[in-house]
């Protein structure tokens, strides 16, 4: 079955303070590996694309990257702004699993 | 911006009604999803569709059922509302050619 573990739950940085969330993930067959950003009372933005271990994306203060067993969201000087909820969700053969989220909040 | 409208954005309503929820997408995607998130559940799958009249179950389609009539409008339909179908409902879609999803802004439903 596929699983996907994301750690910490919940995370608190001073604006400026970088830092990265894990997402540990379980699968026959990874077809890509998506992050998502949720604000409350929105749905998941989609922000990323990762399709196989050792690719990056970037976007702002955000750097997405994959081995075979995790991806690492980076976030480099984070904002107030850049506080939600960061989803982490697998593909394998048309099924999307999700993980749990990390709810991030950037203290100015 | 995928161009997903869902309505309404939230509804109250009580036990033992029916509601139907809409999605709305205005650029002919033929994949749409409904999801229901909940607190310690995070989203699950609740019916899915890959075309007009044709729709299949997720893992949690247990008191719901959907509709596909026209290519841009996905409906789900909870027969007989029950205080456990309290939730948030998102609709999402697959963009022609890729694998991720793009989600609706949601629709709050409460059952009294």
């Known amino acids: 079955e596929d699983q996907v573990t994301q750690s910490p739950e919940a995370l608190r940085l001073q604006e400026g303070e970088s830092s990265s969330l894990n997402c540990s993930y379980t699968v026959s067959g990874l077809r890509g590996l998506f992050w998502y950003r949720q604000d409350p009372g929105k749905g998941p933005e989609f922000l990323f694309t990762?399709?196989?271990a050792g690719e990056e994306k970037e976007k702002e203060r955000l750097k997405a990257t994959l081995t075979k067993k995790e991806s690492f969201l980076h976030i480099t000087a984070p904002k107030p702004e850049d506080s939600a909820t960061y989803l982490c969700?697998?593909?394998?053969?048309?099924?999307?699993?999700f993980g749990q989220g990390t709810i991030l909040t950037v203290h100015p | 911006d995928a161009g997903i409208t869902q309505s309404p954005r939230h509804k109250v309503t009580e036990t033992g009604t029916p509601v139907t929820l809409r999605c709305h997408q205005t650029e002919n995607h033929r994949y749409m999803y409904w999801y229901r998130q909940d607190p310690g559940h995070g989203l699950r799958l609740i019916h899915y569709s890959y075309g007009v009249k044709d729709t299949d179950k997720g893992e949690v389609s247990d008191g719901y059922s959907v509709s596909r009539s026209k290519t841009e409008d996905f409906l789900l339909t909870l027969e007989s509302a029950t205080s456990s179908q309290t939730s948030v409902y998102f609709c999402?879609?697959?963009?022609?050619?890729?694998?991720?999803?793009?989600f609706g802004p949601g629709t709050r439903l409460t059952v009294t």
């Open positions: 990762l399709y196989s």
């Open positions: 999402a879609i697959t963009v022609t050619g890729g694998y991720e999803q793009y």
């Open positions: 969700v697998i593909t394998s053969y048309g099924k999307l699993t």
